[in-house]
């Protein structure tokens, strides 16, 4: 018996070089679980922008790592926030500042974040909404799992005034989550996970929820009764010291507007609310099958939000703007044997640096042409000083400068908006035409990019649309011009 326990400990430490061995490969190795949340605004409740949102999935997601609570997406629309964010290019570098502007044909040769993945060994899955809709990219991923339709309200939740205000739409759904889009990107996600792989692999799952229409299953309504919603904190006076430019960015007359005639602001407001809280659950299943997977100790994992929403705030719906409501969008990243459970970074910072971080993270080679930093040193130190402020554009020559303090936008036409989040955190008043803040401002300009490459080509097939967009633009003009 003595032998046989003397040979059962020589087998075991002959193994145990191997093991370590691939234990260490492995680690040198991470994979990457990439989780897009698409419309998701600060409202999410480790971020508090709204009292009664509750994401606790989202939440305990971010107490694993370092959550980013300054963090703005690099254009305040799904398809030029995406496409600068997977490839590292920023919308005034490569022309796509709008939905409606096809990317890689004027980004024919940018390499996307699955891609370098897949030319460095790894295998680049994806499903649901990573990319824009319609500017899918095939080339980027070896398997892909495309969204699915979501089940139709009744006849008589469609029919509801109180289901939606013109093209802000929403309603319950008597289904259950598993017929749901998001339900099955995500099982998509978790099934992987749960098998073991060859490769090293960068997972990404994109959620779709809370993009409209904010249709999601009646027991997340029910988590928001409707007489204890509350709304958005808005001044009526709130755009008189906006120059015309913000004021057409912001369309009083439009959604808000209709918002307001048809009484329907704390019916859209519960609807968002109970979108998110859809998603949330959708993340947590997610978090859960890393969790009992064989990869747990070996995954990063990154969720970001394409970028903000306005409900109202400077009478504005929708993004589209470059508010801090618009620009501001959760990100948090776990990554093991580098970032300490419950670290919160205060440094302003954009979505730019994203692909240059993952690539530090996971030894893949930096390209020059990266718009981007990397965060890693934020990672470690979350409290470590940082003087790159964060840039957003919406449409050519449109930017905002967000630093830790104030941001600074400037439009195409020269005129300024300041605000200092130090005392006004909601941006009521505009200080860009105080003397004493001159200083501010020529110290953040200096962020505004050299370069504002030209308009890329618009998708022909939506151009009906961006025409019927350039009138309404210049009747907006127009109308200022009157004003004057």
Known sequence: MYRSILETLFLILVALPLNT????????????????VDDLNDWISCLGGHPDCKTPNIDRLASRGVLFKNAHCAAPACNPS???????????????????????????????LPQ???????????????????????????HYLKQTGDPKPTPAVLND??????????????????????????????????????????????????HMPWQVPRKYYDMYPLDQIQLPNVPKNDLDDLPPAGVRMAKPGGDHARILKTKNWRYSVQAYLASIAFADVQ?????????????AKNTIIVLWGDHGWHLGEKHHWRKFSLWEEATRAPLMMVVPGVTKAGSQCEQAIDFMNIYP?????????????????SLVPLLKNPAKTWDRPALTTHGRLNHAIRGNRYRLIRYRDGTEELYDHKHDPMEWKNLAEEAKYVEVKQQLAQWFPAKNAIDA????????????????????????????
């Open 21 to 36: 061995g691939l234990f260490a490969a492995e680690t040198a190795r991470p994979n990457v679980l990439f989780i897009a």
């Open 82 to 112: 995406r496409a600068a964010l997977m490839t590292g290019i920023r919308p005034s570098s490569s022309g796509v500042y709008l939905n409606s502007q096809p990317w890689r044909p004027v980004m024919q040769h940018a390499v996307t």
């Open 116 to 142: 370098l993945y897949r030319k460095h060994g790894y295998q680049a899955i994806g499903s649901g909404k990573i990319f824009h809709g319609r500017y899918n990219d095939p080339a980027s991923w070896d």
């Open 161 to 210: 005034p109180h289901s939606r205000a013109g093209t802000i739409i929403w309603g319950v759904l008597d289904v259950q989550d598993r017929e749901m889009s998001d339900y099955k990107m995500a099982s998509y996600a978790i099934d992987y996970l749960s098998k073991k792989h060859d490769q090293p692999f960068f997972l990404a799952c994109g959620i779709y929820r809370p």
């Open 283 to 295: 993340v947590g299943r997610v978090i859960d099958a890393v969790d009992a997977s064989p990869h």
């Open 357 to 373: 971080t993952l690539c530090e993270l996971c030894s893949l080679p930096v390209g020059k042409h990266l718009d981007g930093v």
């Open 457 to 484: 080509p618009h998708d022909a097939s939506r151009g009906n649309k961006k025409n019927k967009n350039k009138r309404q633009q210049g009747r907006g003009k127009k109308k200022s011009n009157a004003a004057k």
